[in-house]
T-cell receptor
Framework: GDSVTQTEGLVTLTEGLPVMLNCTYQSTYSPFLFWYVQHLNEAPKLLLKSFTDNKRPEHQGFHATLHKSSSSFHLQKSSAQLSDSALYYCALSDPTGGNNKLTFGQGTVLSVIP | GPKVLQIPSHQIIDMGQMVTLNCDPVSNHLYFYWYKQILGQQMEFLVNFYNGKVMEKSKLFKDQFSVERPDGSYFTLKIQPTALEDSAVYFC?????????????FGSGTRLTVL
């Protein structure tokens, strides 16, 4: 079946340093990939998504490039801010199915410190 | 942005009792979902619902689970009877369409504790 792997459970960074959160996936098809972010006591919300190989969607300073050759969709930002502290989920869905079912990774907590 | 509301945020219940989790989805959305997250694990798909019917359910969606959205009101997840392993955070989500790239809008979750 499909799976998403986020290798880091917790990433702690000093403000101003670059962010990179890892995401790799396994799927029998060519999936859509998503990053969702969940701030403390809030709902998870979409950060960005992609389907196209080697395209780099951006949102709120974050970007992620889908590399189908390596089955990766790592999340990056050039300079971390304190407000980026949150739980980040990588997820995929099947573009051929009509049911919009997401398969999530375990999530990475990003903690940005002054 | 659009908001999905989940009521209550916490619920504690004795094993064997019935529980109903309520979700107020985004008003013009047509597709509804429940996800389950056990402490320390990833969110897992339970079920999706469209036009009054379950479209797909996972193996986690046991026979004791049911969903409905009577007359366009709350989208509910009912568990009857509850078991200890049902303790988890349950997230509701909705989307405008059902295509694979559609954005899901999530609620903040209901933490269910079964004693």
């Amino acid at each position: 079946g499909d799976s998403v792997t986020q290798t880091e459970g917790l990433v702690t960074l000093t403000e101003g340093l670059p962010v990179m959160l890892n995401c790799t996936y396994q799927s029998t098809y060519s999936p859509f990939l998503f990053w969702y972010v969940q701030h403390l006591n809030e709902a998870p919300k979409l950060l960005l998504k992609s389907f196209t190989d080697n395209k780099r969607p951006e949102h709120q300073g974050f970007h992620a490039t889908l590399h189908k050759s390596s089955s990766s969709f790592h999340l990056q930002k050039s300079s971390a801010q304190l407000s980026d502290s949150a739980l980040y989920y990588c997820a995929l869905s099947d573009p051929t199915g009509g049911n919009n079912k997401l398969t999530f990774g375990q999530g990475t907590v990003l903690s940005v410190i002054p | 942005g659009p908001k999905v509301l989940q009521i209550p945020s916490h619920q504690i219940i004795d094993m064997g009792q019935m529980v109903t989790l309520n979700c107020d989805p985004v008003s013009n959305h047509l597709y509804f979902y429940w996800y389950k997250q056990i402490l320390g694990q990833q969110m897992e798909f339970l079920v999706n619902f469209y036009n009054g019917k379950v479209m797909e359910k996972s193996k986690l969606f046991k026979d004791q689970f049911s969903v409905e959205r009577p007359d366009g009101s709350y989208f509910t997840l009912k568990i009857q009877p509850t078991a200890l392993e049902d303790s988890a955070v349950y997230f509701c989500a909705s989307s405008l369409a059902g295509a694979g790239a559609e954005t899901l809008y999530f609620g903040s979750g209901t933490r269910l504790t079964v004693l």
